[in-house]
């Protein structure tokens, strides 16, 4: 069975840039076909896909205006672990985020992580 397990800050200053990392286990995000990506829900709204990174390694990320420009996502195969940077943050970026897998982009994914909470505030 396939873990993922978010880590990284729970609160960052606004204009900074925001580092999430997460760790696989149970399979390689290498195999398959799979999409490993990072979604996000803000309080009080529903989940928003923020970026994916393919089995193959190429990246796809949200056209939101709001993103655009500030997402990136990476991974280190040799600890089977994929990243979240994402630049300029600002109290909108407040929320929990997730990593998950899924078989195509988007928020409707087959499995995720518990969350992490992250708050941006000075």
């Known amino acids: 069975q396939v873990r993922l397990q978010e880590s990284g800050p729970g609160l960052v200053k606004p204009s900074q840039t925001l580092s999430l990392t997460c760790t696989v286990s149970g399979g390689s995000i290498t195999s398959e076909y799979w999409y490993w990506s990072w979604i996000r829900q803000p309080p009080g709204k529903g989940l928003e896909w923020l970026g994916s990174?393919?089995?193959?390694?190429?990246?796809?990320?949200s056209p939101s205006p709001s993103l655009k420009s500030r997402t990136s996502v990476s991974r280190d195969t040799s600890k089977n672990q994929f990243t979240l940077q994402l630049t300029s943050v600002s109290p909108e970026d407040t929320g929990v985020y997730y990593c998950?897998?899924?078989?195509?982009?988007?928020?409707?994914?087959?499995?995720r992580g518990q969350g992490t909470q992250v708050t941006v505030s000075s």
């Open positions: 990174i393919h089995a193959s390694g190429n990246t796809y990320y």
């Open positions: 998950a897998r899924s078989h195509f982009i988007g928020v409707d994914v087959k499995s």
